[in-house]
């Protein structure tokens, strides 16, 4: 089963868009995509999980085919931990196992620090916990997202066709055309004159306020499902090495390894990622 199946999943506010590869009787792997992203992130690596496990590559909202917010309403880290324990919920999932990528392993962190008892096992991609602030910008960052005017009604790039929108795509990110084409082709809709993003151009905003690296550590050390981190080489400069490991440090059961690639290893080396998620399957981290 190969194919991906397309799913809604209504929340009690907005509407959420998966994919989903997999027997549905297998054991349910919820995966959760990086900033701007979307689904189709895990289009090269979930069909290699899907004879073990039911996969659903959850769209987060304002991106890929969910829902957007509602007007004037902003997005917070914190919502989206709160949203992808509502679609658990919606696609009655008492217990599952979380795979994410980049934002997605942050929001998937934290899923498993708010709700323990849900989480069978925890891989991440490049992501543990969010973005930090260790207060250096933080006055001028909450008046920089604070006195920008709202991006709701900004006009949005048109491209004249998919090969355009994947050698933006490509530029923006470093991530190689071949690989990025399934996330651009999911993640752009067909207008006048072309095509535009489909994601949230709210999205691209500053968040206004960050959690403290203190408050991470104390959120991480919550988590208690056997954990495997995987990062790149080089390092994502975002993600320095001395950070990751003082917050890897926070977890109890973790395992971290180091591939080389880019940040989006799960589309550059799907088998290898696949494997080193099988191997922790069974593994005690």
């Known amino acids: 089963m190969n194919a991906p199946r397309e799913r809604h999943i209504a929340l009690p506010h907005l509407g959420l868009a998966a994919l989903e590869w997999g027997e549905p009787s297998a054991p349910p792997l919820v995966a959760l995509h990086g900033w701007l992203d979307n689904a189709a992130s895990f289009s090269a690596l979930a ?64 899923v498993a620090a708010a709700a323990p008892a849900r989480i069978e096992r925890l891989w991440l991609i490049e992501g543990l916990g969010p973005l930090a602030d260790d207060g250096t910008h933080t006055l ?5 997202a604070l006195a920008k005017p709202p991006a709701d009604g900004k006009a949005l790039r048109v491209f004249r066709d998919i090969d355009q929108a994947t050698s933006a795509r490509t530029i923006a990110s470093g991530l190689r055309a071949e690989l990025a084409r399934p996330i651009v ?27 403290a690296e203190t408050q991470i550590h104390a959120l991480l050390a919550g988590i208690e499902a056997p954990t495997a981190l995987l990062l790149s080489q080089p390092t994502t400069p975002y993600l320095p090495a001395a950070m990751m490991q003082a917050r890897a ?19 550059e080396h799907p088998q290898a990622v696949a494997a080193w998620l099988l191997r922790h399957a069974t593994s005690a981290s």
């Open 47 to 110: 069909p290699l999980l899907a004879p073990h496990y039911r996969v659903i590559a959850l769209e987060l909202p304002g991106h890929g085919h969910s829902d957007r917010l509602p007007a004037g309403v902003s997005y917070h880290f914190l919502d989206q931990v709160r949203a992808a324990l509502a679609a658990l919920d919606a696609l009655e999932l008492p217990r599952c196992s979380l795979l994410g990528h980049s934002l997605g392993g942050g929001i998937a962190s934290l």
């Open 140 to 144: 001028q960052r909450y008046r920089d």
């Open 185 to 211: 082709e999911r993640g752009l809709r067909e207008t006048d004159g072309g095509w535009q993003w489909r994601s949230d151009p709210r999205l691209v905003r500053s968040t206004a306020i960050r959690l």
């Open 249 to 267: 440090a926070c977890v109890p059961r973790i395992a971290v390894e180091h591939m080389a690639g880019g940040h989006h290893l799960q589309l």
